[in-house]
Each structure stands twice: as structure tokens, then as C-alpha cells.
């Protein structure tokens, strides 16, 4: 009975771990392969707002909260209200707009692929081959 307690969670801890993993996905016009924490948020802060081909960066943002959107403002540094005031001044100052809030995972990974110039966040389980995955962002073990 032990044993079987053991695998059960086990097996729970390995699943939650999987789903933690996040992926930053692209529109396959972005001119990056690989994008670091700080440069997502000067990305997603405003602070940049072209591709290097001097394409415009368009930003997407999950509407829910979630594991998926924790992990990924916990990777740039920044929790989501702290974002959303960013994006208020940004935009009080005439300086852009906040990032079209998505209802869902499926729904980011259709408007990255759809935009050009866009960048987002999924889960890594929901990868497609009609976006470009910049970084994948692991669960850090505590």
C-alpha cells in the first residue's frame, strides 16, 4: 500500500512539474530565436517596441490567472498587477497600449501565429509547429 501511495504521488508531483513549464512563442516573421528574461521585459514593459528589422512588437497577455501566467511574470520579474500599471501610465503618457488581454492558451497560440510581429505565452504542452518558440521556461525546484 505504501508503494502504491509512493507512485501515486510521485506520478501527481512529476504531472504538476510538467504543467508549470511554459513556453514564449513568436510569430514566424520575428527575427529572434531566443529571447532572455530581461529582454521579455523590455518587451512587455514598452520599453521596446521593434523587432531588430524594425517590425513592430505586438504583445499578448492570458486574461485568467493561472500556473501559465505566474510562471511567465515571475520569469521577467514583474507579478501581473505590477504589469498592469506599467501599461497604465504607458498609456495615460500616450506612450501605447496595454497588450490585448486572450480568454485562453488555444486562443494565444492562434493570435501569435495569426500576427505578425507578435509575441505570447503558453503552456509547453500546447507547442505547434505554426509559431516559433523563443524559450521554454522550466519549473525551478525549491
Known amino acids: ?18 504543467s508549470a513549464q511554459v513556453a514564449v512563442i513568436a510569430h514566424k516573421s520575428v527575427p529572434v530565436d531566443t529571447i532572455t528574461s530581461s529582454e521579455l521585459l523590455d518587451c512587455y514593459s ?3 517596441r521593434l523587432w ?7 504583445i499578448f ?3 485568467p490567472k493561472g ?13 501581473s498587477s505590477r504589469m498592469k500599471s506599467i501599461w497604465m ?14 480568454e485562453s492558451e488555444d486562443e494565444m497560440l492562434k ?3 495569426a ?17 516559433k518558440v523563443l524559450a521554454i521556461l522550466e519549473q525551478k525546484n525549491k
Open 1 to 18: 500500500m505504501k508503494k502504491l501511495i509512493l507512485v501515486v504521488l510521485c506520478l501527481s508531483g512529476w504531472t504538476t512539474g510538467a
Open 46 to 48: 514598452g520599453e521596446v
Open 52 to 58: 531588430r528589422n524594425g517590425q513592430p512588437i505586438i
Open 61 to 63: 497577455d492570458l486574461k
Open 67 to 79: 500556473k501559465v501566467k505566474e510562471k511567465f511574470y515571475e520569469y521577467i520579474g514583474k507579478t
Open 89 to 102: 501610465v504607458n498609456m495615460l503618457s500616450g506612450e501605447g497600449d496595454p497588450p490585448q488581454s486572450l
Open 111 to 113: 493570435k501569435v501565429a
Open 115 to 131: 500576427t505578425k510581429g507578435a509575441i505570447g505565452f503558453i503552456s509547453k504542452t500546447k507547442i505547434s509547429h505554426d509559431v
